[in-house]
């Protein structure tokens, strides 16, 4: 197929076609909307499926802003909202109906043969879910804020994303009620009062949104055995299969990151050259919304237009927090990054030494003071009880709708359910651009127990910043434990890239929940959604010279 050059200046006219009907197989009908310039000849088409309606901000944004740069679009209500037919059931039909679509598209006598794919968050998961599948004519997905499959985000690291969502059902569930964008505003307030209740998370839905929620009871339903439920709503094992040029831009901040940045793994072991944009941003920030439309603009402009200009040298641009500056390099992980292991060492200090080196001085900077379990004068494990009547709480960190930039967590770091380890005033401006992990030896009460695992920018004035943070989800058997009741266990937290400045220092905290980000571990192991009865969880992290538990930082070259 030849490739035509368009001009670089926008079109002003263009067309409209509200609601198309285009069928689906079990005879459902979903709803389209077409922009299209005035005066083009069957020019390429980028497709975009919501379920957050096809007007309003999407229509000016998606549909009119692309069709002034020489492309068609077609906007399409994803199943059970906005006029489309049938009932929604969030991810489980994206990818029957996205073929149909395709399908139908290809039917039209205005189609010209040269497909491309557009959006965030849903409207990204959406084009995963058909992407391997769509056939040659797919040449460019922009995808941002998103990832090939939902599962992990929902049930990060084994525990219940409870805030995002309860957040994301609430939202979908109001999106179509009078005033429905101003009740989107209240939803974070809204959610949050729910999810602090106290109340069984099977009663949640009905608090937060006033009615039932399938989706949301699902979540919960599906907690334990989720393989049958997500078997055909996980997209991730087929990411390397697709040909189309990729293109993806994504948040520190954001509640996808990881399983964005596994999307872009798996690309370049297939092969492929993906560009990955991350920058500062959370998952509801408008700032990554223009950035995501500019650079697809661009991937559009060279993967169907024949005009690459626009592109960058490199594939991969990161802002760096701390240094707060826009970085390009070849690849992620970045080339010369090498894993450091920061050690938890007695006295609650942090170091890249290992356990066997002497320490001759302690951090003051511990939870609880001196008399506290596991004070800086015990040289033993560091203890701490979480009680699930009084869950640990989260200060910042990522969430679905709501700022999740830094907060300062000084707050949270004086309570006696966090272990606070805290490294030395750093001499040089230290980088660390990449993936975080920690190795953790730990003994827990009850089989059933949560880990949660933060690293944190100390300023000079004392002031503590969250950069990551992670959680592990732990039930018996898994992780095994060895005849002393010790479980290694390995926590995966947020990537991240980030410059600890020269006077700073880099501060871990553990601890056995996040709440209400992370839904509270009761310690009983009883059902998701009904159980009630609640256990105090003794938690021990051991960092002997056998036992050398250990946060894994990416240093980046100098």
């Known amino acids: 197929m030849e490739t035509t050059t368009w001009p670089r200046t926008a079109i002003r006219r263009i067309t409209v076609e509200r609601d198309l009907p285009v069928p689906m197989p079990d005879g459902v009908t979903l709803l389209a909307d077409r922009y299209a310039p005035v005066g083009a000849v069957r020019p390429p088409t980028i497709l975009i499926r919501s379920p957050y309606g096809r007007r309003g901000m999407f229509g000016r944004t998606f549909g009119r802003g692309f069709a002034k740069q020489g492309f068609q679009v077609v906007m399409q ?136 929620l399938p989706f949301f009871q699902d979540l919960l339903a599906h907690h334990a055995e989720p393989a049958a439920y997500w078997g055909r709503r996980d997209f991730s094992t087929s990411v390397g299969e697709v040909e189309a040029a990729v293109t993806m831009v994504g948040g520190w901040y954001d509640v996808f990151l990881p399983w964005q940045v596994k999307d872009y793994v798996a690309l370049r072991a297939a092969g492929r050259r993906p560009y990955l944009t991350i920058g500062p941003w959370y998952h509801a920030d408008v700032r990554h919304g223009r950035v995501a439309n500019a650079e697809a603009l661009a991937w559009f402009r060279a993967h169907l237009l024949g005009d690459p200009s626009g592109l960058r040298e490199q594939p991969v641009r990161l802002y760096v927090t701390g240094a707060d500056e826009w970085r390009d390099y070849p690849d992620w992980p970045v080339p010369g990054m090498r894993e450091q292991r920061w050690h938890l060492r007695p006295g609650f200090a942090l170091s890249p030494e290992t356990p066997e080196a002497p320490k001759s001085s302690t951090s003051p900077e511990s939870p609880g003071g001196p008399d506290s379990p596991g004070g800086p004068h015990d040289a033993g494990p560091g203890r701490f009880r979480y009680d699930p009547a009084h869950p640990t709480p989260a200060l910042g960190g990522p969430v679905l709708l709501g700022n999740s930039e830094p907060r300062d967590n000084r707050r949270l770091e004086a309570r006696r359910d966090v272990l606070v380890y805290t490294g030395p005033e750093l001499r040089r401006d230290t980088e660390m651009i990449g993936p975080v992990f920690a190795d953790l030896y730990v003994r827990t009460g009850t089989g059933h127990a949560d880990v949660v695992v933060r690293v944190c920018d100390v300023h000079p004035d004392g002031a503590s910043y969250n950069v990551c943070e992670g959680v592990r989800r732990l039930v018996p058997g898994d ?55 609640m256990v105090a969880t003794d938690h021990e992290v051991f960092h002997d010279p056998s036992h050398p538990s250990a946060v894994v930082l990416p240093l980046a070259p100098s």
């Not at 400045?501 to 009904?530: D, F, K, Q, S």
Request: one cysteine or more; proline letters at 6%; charged letters at 20%.
């Open 77 to 212: 209500s994803c199943r059970g909202g906005f006029g489309s037919g049938g009932l929604l059931d969030p991810l489980g039909d994206e990818h029957d109906d996205g073929l149909a679509t395709l399908a139908w598209l290809r039917g039209q006598d205005w189609y010209g043969g040269s497909l491309a794919m557009h959006g965030p968050s849903y409207l990204g998961y959406t084009q995963w879910a058909i992407a391997p599948f769509a056939g040659p004519d797919l040449k460019a997905m922009a995808t941002s804020v998103t990832a090939s499959q939902f599962r992990d985000a929902a049930y990060v690291g084994g525990a219940f994303a409870l805030e995002s969502s309860l957040m994301w059902t609430t939202l979908t569930a109001s999106m179509e009620r009078p005033f429905g964008g101003v009740d989107a505003l209240l939803i974070p307030r809204r959610t949050r009062r729910a999810a602090l209740s106290g109340r069984p998370l099977g009663e949640l839905d009905v608090l937060s949104a006033g009615r039932d």
């Open 479 to 533: 992780p095994p434990a060895g005849d002393d009741g010790i479980r290694r266990i390995r926590v995966d937290l947020w990537p991240i890239g980030h410059r600890f400045r020269r006077g700073h220092r880099i501060r871990v905290h553990v601890a056995g929940g996040a709440y209400p980000r992370i839904a509270r571990n009761l310690g009983t192991g009883e059902p998701l959604g009904t159980g009630s009865t």
